[in-house]
């Protein structure tokens, strides 16, 4: 869960509009305080001063967020034939593995509930 910024809109923007007159970062957030566990006043922290400003410049408009290029991957579903056979089409492509190798299917162990697809020894 995300917590709540110390700095408002308001304040991200006059930060920003300092950024632009020149003013230095350090006194920046000597400008910025807020208040420590102990409610003593403390300066802004150099990771804090540099997420704000990105957030004032993203809220200005002066640099976009891109969308997610990547797309989540969807679950492909098999099927188990009536003999109780399983036929995975791209097995080889998600396991680099040659055609012609033998695998055994074991139980699952313990508290899994997952089956495992083991290679099996190959006989000499």
Do not use: C
Not at 12 to 28: A, F, N, P, T
Not at 64 to 88: D, E, S
Not at 111 to 122: H, Y
């Amino acid at each position: 869960m995300a917590r709540s910024s110390r700095w408002g809109k308001d304040d991200r923007s006059k930060m920003l509009k300092l950024v632009k007159q020149g003013v230095s970062e350090q006194e920046i957030r000597a400008k910025f305080t807020t208040k420590d566990r102990k409610g003593s006043a403390r300066e802004m922290t150099a990771v804090e001063f540099a997420q704000q400003l990105k957030q004032a410049m993203v809220e200005a408009g002066d640099i976009k967020q891109a969308p997610r290029k990547k797309q989540a991957a969807k679950p492909v579903g098999y099927k188990v034939t009536k003999t109780g056979r399983l036929t995975i089409t791209n097995f080889a492509e998600f396991t680099s593995v040659k055609g012609g190798e033998v695998f055994t299917l074991e139980r699952p162990r313990g508290r899994s509930k997952a089956w495992r697809l083991v290679p099996q020894p190959k006989k000499k």
